[in-house]
């Protein structure tokens, strides 16, 4: 089992900056790939960004690039996804996830373990 739990979400206005964290516990973390997902109401479930085990790929969705980077401290079990010029169709819910995969995961079905999410709200 792998628990994951986000922080850092909140209320800022457009062209704001957020920076999340998700803290994971119980395997060993670089045996895991990461992504970040989000979920506004009436939306699906979509990948925003994802990192591979060692930080050597990363995927960004067309919405996010140049505004979103994804990283992650394997020392520190964390990983990050910083928000920069945040415009009002960011806000949604957001969720880190782990998966046991060596490639880069943006499906929901890559991913086995999911933390309870952190609402953004971006305000315009």
């Known amino acids: 089992q792998v628990q994951l739990v986000e922080s850092g979400g909140g209320l800022v206005q457009a062209g704001g900056s957020l920076r999340l964290s998700c803290s994971a516990s119980?395997?060993?973390?670089?045996?895991?790939?990461m992504g970040w997902f989000r979920q506004a109401p009436g939306k699906d479930r979509e990948c925003v960004a994802a990192i591979t085990r060692y930080a050597g790929i990363r995927y960004y969705a067309d919405s996010v690039k140049g505004r979103f980077t994804i990283s992650r401290d394997n020392a520190k079990n964390t990983v990050y996804l910083q928000m920069n010029s945040l415009k009002a169709e960011d806000t949604a819910v957001y969720y880190c996830?782990?998966?046991?995969?060596?490639?880069?995961?943006?499906?929901?079905?890559?991913?086995?373990?999911w933390g309870q999410g952190t609402q953004v709200t971006v305000s315009s």
């Open positions: 119980g395997r060993t973390f670089s045996n895991y790939g």
């Open positions: 996830a782990a998966g046991p995969i060596s490639r880069l995961g943006v499906r929901v079905t890559d991913y086995n373990y």
